[in-house]
């Protein structure tokens, strides 16, 4: 299975940003798929996961109200809007995918498979 990030770049704050992975390789309906990030000399966080069918989502506290995941199984797509960009959400930004889809993890260790990561700049 393969998942191929885009849509990373530079952007001023308070602007936005949509980013892409792409999955092949694998039955992409069958994998909650989630967005992770990691910032510079900062430990990999969770930013938000969606559930194979899209009905259910979760986010990170701190992107609550500004960033929306969403996927289109059709394309072997999921997106992840970015709204309302802040310097701190300057990181690499990972998605993943979950073959357990009982439930909607949070945890990085519950994935099993991992983009090439899109870098997200956001300048003051």
């Known amino acids: 299975v393969q998942l191929q990030a885009s849509g990373g770049g530079l952007v001023q704050a308070g602007g936005s940003l949509r980013l892409s992975c792409a999955v092949s390789g694998g039955a992409f309906s069958n994998y909650n798929m989630g967005w992770f990030r990691q910032a510079p000399g900062k430990e990999r966080e969770f930013v938000t996961a969606?559930?194979?069918?899209?009905?259910?989502?979760r986010y990170a506290d701190a992107v609550k109200g500004r960033f929306t995941i969403s996927r289109v199984n059709a394309k072997n797509t999921v997106y992840l809007q970015m709204n309302s960009l802040k310097p701190e959400d300057t990181a690499i930004y990972y998605c993943?995918?979950?073959?357990?889809?009982?439930?909607?993890?949070?945890?990085?260790?519950?994935?099993?498979?991992w983009g090439q990561g899109t870098l997200v700049t956001v300048s003051s």
């Open positions: 993943a995918a979950d073959r357990f889809v009982g439930v909607v993890d949070t945890a990085e260790g519950y994935y099993d498979y």
């Open positions: 969606i559930n194979w069918s899209g009905a259910t989502t």
